[in-house]
């Protein structure tokens, strides 16, 4: 019996960091240029990543739920969720997640690495009628909030400069742009 419970527990000790959870917060440069503030938070026994940019009626929050596929962004300034599929080749993996916002906040790196990767996609007009389609996490962010899908625009200009794209930009890693219109509630 006692054999058990020190085996259960030594267990515990070297499975513990497999599922951890952990969090990452960066100072946008001070707030200059209202760049805000961002944190991760990563859950890996739930495959999810949770992004929080804070910048006043510019925050927006957003989820990547590596078990479904989807992402949600919830912009607070338009007051709607807009949820799309995750790009695997361009999105980086919660393993890669972890390792590239450690070694650029530990080196002092941040924004004077390399270009970070973009991604743009389009706003679908229609509301969406069930969220449970998208997974647990993304239903908790955005249940109660008008949601729209987007849809990601292929080979779109990262340099494309328009009044209805929102930036959704992932520290120095992934820059996102989400453009189209949402009926503000």
Known sequence: MRFTIFFAGLLGVFLSPAFAN?????????????????????????????IDHDNGWNSWNSIWDYETGYAATRLFAKKACIVHRMNKEVMPSIQALDT???????????????????LMYSINPTQVSDLNTFGKS?????????????????????????????????FWILNISICGEVQES
């Open 22 to 50: 952990y969090h990452i917060n960066i100072d946008g440069d001070n707030n200059r240029g209202g760049t805000g503030q961002q944190s991760v938070s990563v859950n890996k026994g739930h495959n999810v990543v949770n």
């Open 100 to 118: 590239l916002v450690k070694e650029n906040k530990l080196q002092g790196k941040g924004p004077g690495g390399p270009p970070p990767k973009g």
């Open 138 to 170: 993304i239903v908790g962010m955005c249940k109660g909030v008008p949601t729209y899908t987007a849809e990601e625009s292929p080979g779109a200009s990262l340099f494309f400069n328009s009044k209805m794209c929102l930036s959704v930009d992932v």
